[in-house]
């Protein structure tokens, strides 16, 4: 079945560090493809998206781009903030419907 | 507007307990899902209603897991009887229409079955 593989956390970082989330996926199809973000209290948020190979989803300086060649879907930030302290979670959907499939998340404490 | 409310947002619980979980949507949204997270592993998808009717309940663990979505507005999750491999975080999402309509997420209901 369908499946997404992210690093495991935490990641600590300082401020103004460059941040990448690595994320890979197994599935058949052509899925679109998801970060979520969840800070600390609150729900998941989407943070960005892209549904086909080669498209970047961008949002608040994070990016990342479909690879379809790789499978890969990773995340990266220039510079991050203390307020990006988060769990970042990478998930994909198919075509029907959004029943997403999610990797295992990962934390992301950034210090002042 | 008012975003997607869960109910209540922690539980603890003994083993053999009934614990029911509300989720109430953004108004209008027809379509309604629940996910959970156990134990920091992945979010899994458990079920998806389309107003009131199931449209996939493939996620569903086992029959101690009722889901209801009585009128179409607000869903209900029930476990009954509660074990221990429940403790989780319950997530409620909900959305306009599909495909790949943006989803909205509660904080979410952190079940503790000890």
Do not use: F, I, T, V
């Given at each position: 079945g369908d499946s997404v593989t992210q690093m495991e956390g935490p990641v600590t970082l300082s401020e103004e560090a460059f941040l990448t989330i690595n994320c890979t996926y197994t599935a058949t199809g052509y899925p679109s493809l998801f970060w979520y973000v969840q800070y600390p209290g609150e729900g998941l948020q989407l943070l960005l998206k892209a549904t086909k190979a080669d498209d970047k989803g961008s949002n608040k300086g994070f990016e990342a781009t479909y690879r379809k060649e790789t499978t890969s879907f990773h995340l990266e930030k220039g510079s991050v903030q203390v307020s990006d302290s988060a769990v970042y979670f990478c998930a994909l959907s198919k075509a029907a419907g959004n029943k997403l499939t999610f990797g295992g998340g990962t934390r992301v404490l950034v210090k002042p | 507007e008012a975003g997607v409310t869960q109910f209540p947002s922690h539980s603890v619980i003994e083993k053999g307990q009934t614990v029911t979980l509300r989720c109430d949507p953004i108004s209008g949204h027809d379509n309604l899902y629940w996910y959970r997270r156990v134990m920091g592993k992945e979010i899994k998808f458990l079920l998806h209603f389309v107003k009131e009717s199931?449209?996939?309940?493939?996620?569903?663990?086992?029959?101690?897991f009722l889901a209801e979505r009585t009128g179409g507005t607000y869903s209900t999750l029930k476990v009954q009887?509660?074990?221990?491999?429940?403790?989780g975080v319950y997530f409620c999402a909900s959305s306009?229409?599909?495909?790949?309509e943006k989803l909205f997420f509660g904080s979410g209901t952190q079940l503790s079955v000890l």
């Open positions: - | 199931k449209q996939d309940e493939s996620g569903m663990p086992n029959n101690r009887p509660a074990e221990l491999e429940d403790s306009l229409m599909e495909p790949n």
